[in-house]
């Protein structure tokens, strides 16, 4: 069986994988001159690495952890320890939690696990009122619910934080899923003992990279995708430099881009909508020669309501080679963010880590990963489905095209939106396809 895999991301190398080790000659192609997809390695200094896209793993994330057993990668503790910085009004103040009020914070996160509890992770267009739910935004949903300032001002920090969103652009459908998908608030919102206990040593690239050495010459770069053609002996996948014939081709890219591609037969449903949005996330890494903020007895982590950053956390290599604080830009700042040339975007993270690190010298350099602007990802952490998405295009978003499978974390209704989704998804699809051959023959 000939397969081809559109999209060297997670999804994609390990759908090829498995397909390699089940038999089938396998060819990827990938639009970009890289492999990696939404995960994306900058060596800052000589030998210190930084994830510019997808970094933290848990516990939970038992595909992950055991890929990258496989591939002999280790992992780092993300937390560390001393006292965070709060910008929520006012001038900068340093404490272990956010200057709230805790009634209306714990307040929010139990309506917020409220509607968790009552999603079905599985098909959450089946969830008890889900056609309410996916018409509604999550703006909507706080402005109607959301009494307390500083709930209302904790919100879209939280959704930034959590999904890269503005609570415009969702569903509240949406937000409960992708919570509920994570494995619940709290264990997507927490370092120690959550979803962002650990990163991958030395980067999360290195995890497409040591999936494509694998596959060697099987791996194209550099050749976007224009056409899959369909007929009854097979399928053509069309680039610009030619035509690859296959038995059945795995799509592994995100919902807009898969929607560039002209099908024929035409797909009998758009893989997204007018409302599914990019996912709204800039990373930005200012470096230090080593992590200064520590020897104040600070931990890096920091929440700002004025932005730009509206997060940073300290993502400093584990072999010392600098000191890196990473900020987040999400949500309707990092629309802002992004219309900025470079120079302003810089001198903006410098001017707000001074405020927020006073004792800190100017960072050495500051680099920025614009992920809205990356045309072939469409956004970061992944799509965001908007009002009427979920009922629209959740029920088909795994079901085959004929010879066209699907693959990609928003395929994925475990984990969407994180690299264990993405990597459940290329299993799953490559199980599918490898169940597809096996009726043929039998």
Known sequence: ??????????????????????????????????????????????????????????????????????????????????????????????????????????GLFDALEELTAAVRPDAPWSSPDAARLDAMTAA??????????????????????????DPADVSVLHLAFYLRSGGGLRYLN???????????????HQVCLRLAARLGDRVRLGEPVRAIHQDATGAEVVTATGTTRADAVVVAVPPRLADAIDFRPGLPAPRSGPRTAPGCAIKVHLVHPSPLWREQGLSGWSVSADGPLLSTVDDSPANGAAGVLTGFV??????AFAALPRHEQEERARAQAARLFPGLPEPTAVHVTDWLGEDYSRGCYAALFGPGDWLRLGPRLTTPHQRVHWAGTETSTEFFGLMEGAIRSGRRVAAEIQATRRDIHD
């Open 140 to 165: 909507d949903w706080a402005a109607e619910h959301l009494r307390h300032p500083d709930a209302r001002l904790f919100f879209p920090l939280f959704a930034g934080e959590m999904m890269a969103a």
């Open 330 to 335: 999400t949500g309707a700042q990092a629309r």
């Open 1 to 106: 069986m000939n397969v081809v895999v559109v999209g060297a991301g997670l999804a994609g190398l390990t759908a090829a994988a498995d397909l390699v080790a089940g038999g089938a000659e396998v060819t990827v192609i990938e639009a970009r001159d890289r492999v990696g997809g939404r995960t994306h390695g900058l060596e800052v200094v000589p030998g210190g690495w930084v994830d510019a896209g997808a970094a933290y793993l848990g516990e939970r994330h038992t595909a992950l952890t055991a890929l990258l057993a496989e591939l002999d990668l280790k992992t780092t503790p993300a937390t560390v320890g001393g006292a965070a910085r709060f910008a929520l009004g006012g001038e900068p103040g340093t404490g272990s939690f956010p200057p709230l009020s805790a009634v209306a914070l714990g």
């Open 190 to 204: 927490a370092f120690q003992g959550g979803a962002q206990e650990d990163r991958v040593d030395g980067g999360a």
